[in-house]
């Protein structure tokens, strides 16, 4: 049985413009919003006694920061009045900085949202327009210094690199101005291009190229190396934090193989051995809410060893990587002896260490992470 606290996610399904690559399913108007609230609220009523306590709540996308003060009040009103949080939980939302003026700040913070992400993608107004982001860098530096003065302490912003034609001292200078804003979180996820979306399309038809191979990972090692230089601990392959109480409590559930429960339409959620996720369609989620059933499209039950093997993934992106012990015990596999001559190999390599029990990926090792995971 896991006995990990649980998470709880809430995918906000609207945006009001699709950025050039992005993947993620949102509707480009918020019309239907009233609707998917009652909805959501009906499906926080199903799952009532399956999770309990939560110590964190996300409030992700989507664009949540394109809900109104009182509808996001409403959200957190019901999350109280169908679970139990524990006393001091981890309330994050996620936003785009354009809609992020004082007056909506301070109210989500009286609603007791205690952590923001801001997703200001790049400070360079070209890679702006390439990614197809409907903000500037003007209203990114805007929203962090709102967001502060709205009393968020616990501040973070998402990042984008190896975008076409950005070079090093481009991404450097949006990394600069990333820490004179001096954020408790950095994430920087390096640009895919998935086959459907614009980016994607206009990617296959041969209208630019993507950066090599060799000149992502210069990107990935200097931004660790900058990041860490600015006093930021690099706690997994895509994030930073300026402490260890700063790290994302709701991020580390995914990584840990802890419950979590997400509600709306594609959210995923996982339990004991068990995976599954909503419909993508807000149409198809609503339909199956407003019958009385869990908008579910599938689950998956997963065998102990995808377990291992997604325990084993996970967590060498991570900079504390696997404690041999509890691995063990949860997954009933002896790492340590099972793979003793690999394991010995790329220590020897400078791939990873073994110390204290601990199996964790080295800085080299931390960029070639997911390979690290075949072993
Ligand atoms: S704001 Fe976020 S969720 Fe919405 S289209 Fe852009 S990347 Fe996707």
């Known amino acids: ?41 009906k499906e926080m009523e199903m799952y009532r006694t399956r999770f309990n306590p939560f110590d964190t709540v996300h409030i992700g996308g989507g664009t949540p920061s394109l809900l109104s003060p009182q509808q996001l009040e409403n ?11 524990i006393s001091n939980p981890e309330i994050t939302i996620e936003t ?11 109210s989500m913070r009286e609603n007791g949202i205690n952590r923001i992400n801001i997703g200001v993608q790049s400070f360079d107004e070209k890679v ?7 903000h500037s860098v003007k209203q990114a530096i805007s929203a962090v210094e709102a967001s502060r003065k709205a009393r968020f302490h616990n501040l973070g912003v998402d990042l984008i690199y190896g975008v076409p034609d950005q070079d090093m001292g481009s991404w450097l200078d949006t990394l600069k101005q990333a820490t004179v804003l001096s954020p408790e979180h950095i994430s920087c996820y390096q640009l895919t291009l998935e086959a459907k979306t614009p980016l994607g399309i206009r990617y296959q038809a041969g209208e630019f190229s993507m950066p090599g191979e060799e000149l992502q990972h210069e990107f990935f090692m200097k931004t660790s190396e900058f990041l860490e230089d600015a ?30 429960l997400g509600l709306g339409p594609s959210a995923h959620s996982f339990q004991y051995n068990q995976r599954w996720w909503n419909h993508r369609s807000l149409d198809q989620y609503l339909a199956a809410i407003n019958a009385g059933n869990l908008p579910v499209e599938e689950t998956e039950t997963l065998t102990m060893e995808q377990l291992r093997l997604e325990a084993l993934y996970l967590g060498l992106r991570t900079k504390k990587g696997i404690f041999l012990q509890d691995f063990e015990n949860q997954y009933h596999y002896d790492l340590f002896t099972e793979k003793k001559k690999i394991l010995t190999r790329l220590e020897e390599e400078g791939f ?15 960029a070639v992470a997911d390979s690290l995971s075949l072993i």
């Open 1 to 41: 049985m896991n006995l990990k606290t649980p998470g709880l996610y809430i995918h906000i399904p609207f945006c009001l413009s699709k950025c050039l690559y992005c993947d993620f399913y949102s509707l480009t108007s918020i019309s239907a919003a009233p609707g998917f609230l009652d909805a959501l609220f």
């Open 75 to 85: 959200i957190l009103i019901r999350v109280r009045e169908n679970f139990n949080l």
């Open 96 to 106: 785009n900085p354009a809609d992020l003026n004082r007056s909506f700040l301070e």
């Open 128 to 134: 702006l327009g390439f990614l197809g982001r409907r």
């Open 231 to 260: 006093g930021y601990i690099h706690y997994e392959v895509s994030n930073f934090a300026r402490g260890k109480e700063h790290t994302s409590r709701h991020n580390q559930k995914y990584w840990d193989h802890s419950p979590f």
């Open 352 to 366: 990873i260490s073994i110390q204290d029990g601990y199996l964790y990926p080295t800085q080299t090792g931390f």
